[in-house]
């Protein structure tokens, strides 16, 4: 092998540009926070009486956000914003990953609410400057979602039917942006149904009381398939779309679909996919019927699924107006959610859920709500351009 000409023990790396600053991306959403008033909500809201962390709160509750949106999921990592040129960016000083902690953990479960407040008031403040959807439509997505946690000693981090330790929350997301509308941290056991119908009323009311004045959709999978669920979107004036379970009931009501019902899809696989639609009477004790539109799909050539069924079946049923193929699709697009959970899982607390402390991780659902505010009237508009050196 030839030798080096240099030795890297004489190598001396420097940073020594004043001009020079690491996450300067913080600037914009930041700035943004700073004229929706957020730390001026969390000053004004969130009260820790005598607790340890209770002064200064909305300082380190915005250290606390950046961090979040430079990529921090634990709390040392808040240090990173600790250099003077950063905290130029922040516009204060950035506490001590120590100080923060103590900060965090003073968080008790009577606090939730006033966090919760802080999300809608600032949510609010974001759709009213022109970020909402106003008079438009609106869809909103909702789900449950596994957050998976390490250590026996953290509070709720329990075993689920996905045989992993960690959380159950409930989220909402805006359909078109990924504002997060609500987040309930919930015990790892939690069943999917539990508090759905509560979680539901809140999505709605926060909607609402944010500025949205026109129809709301709601989209569900499965695991919100109840009465409850049903009930509370209907009281909140709201259209839904549930994913049914597949009973053997409807099985025996889809195999009673007759040929000729079904409407092909458009499908990568020619004749693929069809669609058809029924009169369901969802729960017992029900007196109207709604909508169930059924979608079948060819298994893939040479699967295994393939040599024992000749359809894989969807269903939901929704209360919605239009085309059987429209709601078909729109209703599978509640999807996209999942790019809302990769993205709070993917560089943020949620991947881990870093503190043993429950309550201490209530802070991680502002990951979501700045970055997708730029499109407020100025920013949209302005097109952007990547320059790589």
């Known amino acids: ?127 009213l400057a022109g970020a909402g959807p106003g008079d438009e439509p609106l869809t909103i997505d909702v789900v449950s979602t596994i957050c998976q946690a390490y250590g026996n000693k953290k509070e709720g981090a329990y075993f689920g039917y996905t045989k992993v330790r960690g959380y159950h929350p409930h989220l909402a997301a805006v359909g078109k942006t990924g504002d997060i509308l609500g987040i309930v941290t919930r015990e790892g056991n939690a069943n999917t149904a539990r508090g759905a119908g509560e979680f539901v009323t809140q999505v709605i009311n926060n909607a609402r009381a944010a500025g949205a004045t026109g129809e709301i959709t709601m989209r569900f999978d499965s695991g919100f398939y109840s009465r409850a669920v049903r009930d509370a979107a209907s009281a909140g004036d709201v259209r839904f779309s549930i994913t049914t379970r597949m009973s053997k009931r409807l099985k025996g009501i889809i195999s009673d679909i007759q040929e000729d019902a079904w409407t092909s899809i458009p499908y990568w696989l020619e004749g693929g996919a069809d669609v058809a639609e029924v009169k369901y009477r969802a729960f017992a004790r029900d007196r109207q019927d709604v909508r169930l539109i059924v979608r079948r799909v060819k298994p893939t050539p040479g699967s295994q699924l393939a040599l024992f069924t000749d359809y894989d079946y969807h269903a939901f049923i929704t209360d919605r107006q239009g085309e059987t193929l429209f709601l078909e699709a729109d209703h599978r697009a509640h999807a996209q959610i999942e790019l809302v959970i990769k993205d709070l899982k993917g560089g943020s607390g949620w991947n881990h859920v870093p503190s043993r402390y429950m309550n201490a991780n209530i802070l991680i659902k502002f990951r979501k709500q700045e970055p997708f505010w730029n499109q407020i009237r100025g920013v949209a508009d302005v097109e952007t351009q990547t320059h790589m050196y």
């Open 1 to 127: 092998m030839r030798a080096s000409a240099s030795s890297l023990d004489r190598l001396i790396v420097t940073f020594d540009d004043s001009n020079a600053v690491s996450n300067s991306g913080l600037i914009l959403p930041i700035t943004l926070a700073e004229r929706l008033g957020l730390r001026d909500l969390f000053d004004l809201h969130i009260d820790l009486e005598d607790r340890p962390g209770r002064a200064n709160v909305g300082r380190k509750a915005m250290a606390i956000v950046a961090s979040i949106l430079a990529g921090g999921d634990c709390i040392d990592d808040t240090a990173i914003l600790r250099s003077p040129n950063a905290q130029v960016i922040l516009g204060q000083i950035m506490p001590a990953p120590s100080t923060l902690g103590v900060f965090l953990r003073s968080f008790e479960t009577s606090d939730i609410a006033d966090v919760e407040r802080v999300a809608a008031l600032l949510l609010k403040r974001a759709w």
